[in-house]
């Protein structure tokens, strides 16, 4: 497959993931590098890599799958959403695409399954890129709260991005509120969020990460946080990258919850030269 510029959302695919038709995004050749998106209210890989997907499809093939509970992938009526859930859903769309072996860069949530990947199959991770990452030292923020309360409206998802998502408010159009608002109210969509995080075995409890299991994660990492972060502290990066066994970090100034939205064209760069280095340079 060849490179191909990204002009919407309508430019993914669909293909049976362990029984869940899951809409993905692929473009690019070369090295395979999964994207994994967050779990804030209307997101989708699209609304999360639509900058970062262009810039890696020049040199590597990116899958960005909308994971099971989000965008526009199916909502199995009887599904509960749990860590293992999205990791197992991860795992099935990476057999169907016959993918051995690949890069993940996840964004929060999907940095959280990208863990719980790493440490249930580290030979089939090259790499791996966490960006605002909750993991140890990890306890409840008011953008999480805020995250986590969002009541669907136009005002309320123009208020939670531009309180717990951007420093620069002029990021925060009103193409981005609409489409992010469209999104959460879509049929099923709020009722899938509610039941991930406010039901009485919700998914949320479930993100936690203990210094343990960190330590057993030897797939090489780059930490990637933006110091204003108002739902993952900066703080939380440096507990995980001392904890990691090879592990380098990244912090951007002037930068919240969103590096690849934020700081687009740095965010891009660096993981470029992070997934380019040769293996032997960090064994």
């Known amino acids: ?34 994207l994994l998106h967050g779990s804030g209210p209307g997101v989708s890989a699209w609304a999360n890599w639509r900058l970062t997907i262009p810039a890696l499809a020049q040199q590597y093939r990116v899958i960005a799958p909308d994971i099971v509970g ?42 959280r399954i990208a863990l719980g990947m790493a440490s249930q199959h580290p030979e089939r991770l090259d790499r791996l890129v966490l960006m605002g990452v909750p993991g140890v030292g990890m306890t409840p923020t008011e953008g999480l709260r805020a995250l986590r309360e969002y009541e669907p409206s136009l005002e309320n998802m123009r208020r939670l991005l531009l309180d717990c998502f951007a420093v620069d408010p002029t990021i925060i159009t009103d193409d981005l509120v609409r489409i992010r608002h469209e999104a959460s109210v879509a049929p099923g969509a709020f009722e899938a969020y509610r039941d991930m995080f406010f039901s009485p075995r919700h998914a949320g409890s479930q993100l936690a990460i203990e210094a343990d299991e960190v330590v057993t994660i030897t797939t090489p990492t780059l930490l990637v946080h933006g110091r204003e972060d108002k739902v993952v502290p900066v703080e939380v990066a440096w507990n995980m990258v001392r904890l990691l066994p090879d592990a380098d970090l990244a912090v951007f100034a002037r930068c919240g919850h969103w590096t690849q939205i934020e700081r687009p064209d740095d965010f891009s760069e660096i993981v470029r030269r992070f997934l380019a280095r040769p293996a032997a340079i960090r064994s």
């Not at 510029?5 to 293909?15: L, P, S, Y």
């Not at 989000?70 to 695409?97: K, N, V």
Request: net charge negative; hydrophobic share 35%.
């Open 1 to 34: 497959m060849s490179a191909t510029t990204v002009t919407d959302e309508a430019t993914g695919r669909t293909i049976d993931a362990g029984g869940i038709p899951t809409h993905y995004h692929d473009l690019g050749s070369g090295d395979p590098v999964l």
């Open 70 to 111: 989000f965008g526009h992938t199916e909502r199995p009526a009887d599904i509960h959403y749990s860590l293992a859930t999205w990791i197992d859903h991860t795992w099935a769309l990476l057999d169907a695409l016959e993918l051995e072996r690949v890069s993940v860069v996840g964004n929060s949530l999907g940095g």
